[in-house]
């Protein structure tokens, strides 16, 4: 680990600047830092450059150049990443850090809701945040808590006054399904259990819904459009649909007015469909696209995040219900994911990490998004520059060019050559200041 940090602290002595004065000179003025990269790759263009000089100028950065052109400015922090791969830091569009992978031995999801204080929770959710960051996931959007209330926008708002480090956070709360949509369930009729959703029924209880959550600070509405999923008759993943058309659409209609998005959950199926006719601006997960489902998404601009990663492990055991439902599902995942790659549906990078625990590594996605037939390019651009457009921030991250936000990753190899070495960023930045993880 951090082999990258030794080359920049060496360059740093080199350079004669001691690191840790870096983010205000002296006399108050704007810090000023010069990134070398050997290889840049800037997150938007198709083809990586070569020993390029990134300036930085406080949280923002100012100008990407050839070394050979450019004269440092006098007085620049330098940090000598001559020997790696530069990119711009990464953005995983759908997590839960209110998740931890609950394990069944220990009770499982029911355990986290039934026995958790709000505030182990909180705690383990700044544990993932941390985590993230330390792996080069400077932006998440993070797609509900799991029954920890509006507990997203108080580390949102933790990680923005600087009390813990963590990555850029877009929330979106409680999350919204129907009676009979979502857990805890399961126990006697006779009780009353939290649910890990905000339960809605009828366009009335969903609009309503909507609007507590987004004037409770939720920047996306994340709605469950299925919910249990079996083997069918014939073989086929069939998905218990929830809303109906009409609820979501008053749902989406809510939220557009907001200026905000909608993601709906959704596996295959009725509810699938429902979730496009409803009118959704991104499907989570997506099994099992037909044909039809992808011909909407392209007429209506949906985004695709597959989270491939988490269906290709933890599979229950091959003799019973569940486990050949798992394994339907990843046997329909991958046919899907290429079809919708080959239709030039915009797919973008998300893992459902805290569904996988947050000790795993988050980039393991890249690797299944190559392996289905995505060029490596373009599965580091669907955890950059598209995940910046569909988060409504092109040009602000996801990005190394003039303008954007300072959010920086290195790593010692070449990722288009060898995918699986995202999972080895060993150096981090965020708005313009250097991570270190312990
Ligand atoms: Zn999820």
Request: glycine share 10%; hydrophobic share 40%; aromatic share 6%.
């Amino acid at each position: 680990m951090n082999k990258l940090f030794d080359w920049m602290i060496a360059g740093l002595l080199l350079e004669g600047v001691v690191f840790g004065q870096s983010s205000v000179s002296q006399g108050g003025a704007t810090a000023v830092t010069v990134i070398r990269a050997g290889t840049l790759i800037d997150g938007k263009s198709d083809q990586p450059r070569r020993d390029q000089v990134i300036l930085v100028r406080g949280n923002r950065i100012e100008s990407v150049s050839d070394a050979a052109a450019g004269k440092l400015p006098a007085g620049a922090t330098v940090i000598d990443l001559s020997k790696a791969t530069v990119l711009p830091g990464l953005i995983d569009s759908h997590t839960h850090i209110f998740l931890q992978g609950e394990a069944p031995a220990q009770g499982g999801y029911d355990a986290n809701i039934l026995t958790a204080p709000l505030a182990l929770r909180a705690a383990r959710a700044t544990v993932a945040a941390r985590r993230a960051l330390e792996q080069g996931f400077t932006t998440l959007r993070d797609v509900e808590t799991e029954g920890a209330g509006y507990g997203d926008v108080g580390i949102k708002e933790a990680i923005e006054a600087g009390y813990i480090p963590g990555p850029r956070l877009f929330v979106s709360t409680r999350a919204i399904s129907t009676t009979g949509g979502y857990p805890l369930e399961g126990y006697a009729p006779e009780l009353e259990m939290p649910k890990g959703a905000q339960i809605v029924d009828g366009p009335v209880e969903a609009r309503k819904a909507a609007r507590e959550q987004l004037d409770h600070g939720a920047d996306w509405i994340k709605v469950y459009m299925t919910h249990r999923s079996w083997v069918g008759k014939n073989g086929e993943l069939v998905s218990q649909p929830t809303l109906t058309v009409e609820e979501l659409r008053a749902i989406v209609d809510e939220t557009h007015g907001w200026g905000k998005k909608v993601a709906c959950h959704a596996y295959s199926g009725i509810g699938l469909h429902r979730a496009l006719d409803g009118g959704c601006d991104s499907i989570e997960h997506g099994l099992d696209l037909d044909d039809a489902a992808i011909a909407q998404m392209l007429k209506q601009g949906t985004w695709y995040v597959p989270t491939l990663s988490v269906y290709y492990t933890d599979w229950g055991p091959a003799d019973t219900e569940a486990g050949q439902r798992d394994r339907l599902r990843a046997v329909v995942h991958e046919p899907s994911f290429r079809k919708a790659l080959k239709a030039g549906v915009k797919i973008v990078f998300g893992t459902d990490m805290g569904g996988i625990p947050w000790t795993e590594p988050i980039a393991q996605e890249f690797l299944r998004m190559v392996e289905f037939g995505m060029p490596p390019m373009e599965a580091i651009q669907c955890a950059t520059s598209r995940a910046a457009v569909m988060l409504d921030m092109e040009g602000q991250i996801g990005v190394v060019a003039p303008g954007a936000f300072a959010d920086l990753v290195a790593v010692d190899a070449n990722p288009l050559r060898d995918i699986k070495a995202l999972e080895r960023i060993d150096f981090v930045m965020k708005d313009g200041k250097v991570f270190r993880p312990k």
